[in-house]
């Protein structure tokens, strides 16, 4: 997958047109983010399936606005590697995965995302690492809204 192809899927999920960003999906994707650091009960979020990543991202885009913007992009013909700086601006007082935002508020992160590839060329499996979290007074997409 080209840098461009990867703009083109990105700007579908900026967009939130999820019909479109899923036809990336195989049927079975598979989606996990980041853990909390501690140890024991595992407390990463996992996703199964095209239905259930709509729903929660539905859900999550009722409450916050989600915007994406490519740093690198590494593509080996199976799996890519991508750099996403992520801004989330708070529609309204709400508690996710970061835990509570205010209304107006803005979270801004960088990841690093890898997506795999299944023998039709569909994501299956994509794994988000979180790195750094950024000064929201310094977010690129504050107008936006």
């Given at each position: ?9 990105m ?55 989600e ?5 690198f ?22 508690t ?15 990841n690093?995302v890898?997506?795999?590839f299944?023998?039709n ?5 994509i ?12 977010a ?6």
């Amino acid at each position: 997958m080209t840098r461009e192809e990867f703009l083109v899927y990105m700007n579908h999920f900026n967009n939130k047109e999820y019909d479109a960003l899923t036809d990336y999906f195989a049927d079975d994707i598979v989606v996990e983010y980041f853990d909390s650091f501690s140890t024991g009960a595992t407390t990463h979020k996992v996703l199964r399936g095209k239905a259930e990543f709509v729903a929660s991202y539905t859900n999550l885009h009722k409450n916050l606005r989600e915007f994406l913007d490519l740093g690198f992009c590494l593509y080996d013909g199976k799996n890519l590697l991508v750099e996403l700086y992520t801004e989330f601006h708070a529609l309204h007082d709400t508690t996710f995965m970061a835990g509570p935002i205010k209304k107006g508020e803005i979270l801004a992160v960088t990841n690093w995302v890898c997506y795999d590839f299944d023998e039709n060329g569909k994501f299956s499996h994509i794994r988000i690492a979180h790195f750094i979290c950024h000064d929201p007074a310094e977010a690129r997409f504050k107008d936006r809204e």
